[in-house]
């Protein structure tokens, strides 16, 4: 119950395009959604993040979609650009309010993206 | 100051050595985490620190041994390592632990190899 799954698990589009990357969840005490974003050698960086409440928020290029009946979420990536190729981990915690999960992340299995010039 | 440091860079030890990696922040975080992830698989949480206290210690066995002498610092102890271990260490800090909504901040990570 506390897995996050994620797909496709290798993406490859063209400058320009759209990237979707999709996640699902289990555990309906998840209250926080956020994608990580990582290039190699590098540690995972915060790109954007969701709580249940919203069904969809943007920043940038970077959407994320909520869909709470379904327990899922996606990442679209607009107009993507070569300096997106990197893997995306999608990712939910729960807060200690029902718990003390201490804000443990649960991580997706990753989606590495190449984004063709 | 937004960064998580940590050294060193890369780490090289045999199994009977022991070592220390360090991770450090000066952004008044009061939550320190550390993560192990190996090669194309997500980060697993080992151990999360709240108010320099051990919170949560996922299972880790005893041959790491992790260490917060203050609010800024963590360490993590090696000792008699076997090469399944060898990974990307990541340290991690946010403003404190189990607030919905509170980032995680990552530093670049330690590469371990242990022969």
């Known amino acids: 119950q506390q897995q996050v799954k994620q797909s496709p698990q290798s993406l490859i589009v063209q400058k320009g395009g759209i990237s979707i990357i999709n996640c699902a969840y289990e555990?309906?005490?998840?209250?926080?959604f956020p994608w990580y974003q990582q290039f190699p050698g590098k540690g995972p960086a915060l790109l954007i993040a969701?709580?249940?409440?919203?069904s969809e928020k943007k920043e940038g290029r970077f959407t994320i979609s909520f869909n709470k009946s379904a327990k899922q979420f996606s990442l679209h990536i607009m107009d993507s650009q070569p300096g997106d190729s990197a893997t995306y981990f999608c990712?939910?915690?729960?807060?200690?309010?029902?718990?003390?999960?201490?804000?443990?992340?649960?991580f997706g299995q990753g989606t590495i993206l190449t984004v063709h010039p | 100051d937004t960064e998580v440091t940590q050294t060193p860079k890369h780490l090289v030890m045999g199994m009977t050595n022991k070592k220390s990696l360090k991770c450090e922040q000066h952004?008044?975080?009061?939550?320190m985490y550390w993560y192990k992830q190996k090669a194309k698989k997500p980060p697993e949480l080992m151990f999360v620190?709240?108010?320099?206290?051990?919170?949560i210690n996922e299972s880790v066995p005893s041959r790491f041994s992790p260490e917060c002498p203050n609010s800024s610092l963590l360490n993590l102890h090696l000792h008699a390592l076997q090469p399944e271990d060898s990974a990307l260490y990541l340290c991690a800090s946010s403003q404190v632990a189990g607030v919905v909504g509170n980032e995680q901040f990552f530093g670049p990570g330690t590469r371990l190899t242990v022969l």
């Open positions: 620190y709240s108010y320099e206290k051990l919170s």
């Open positions: 555990n309906t005490a998840f209250d926080y």
């Open positions: 969701i709580r249940p409440d919203v």
């Open positions: 990712a939910a915690s729960r807060s200690n309010a029902g718990g003390t999960s201490y804000g443990k992340l649960t």
């Open positions: 952004m008044g975080h009061r939550a």
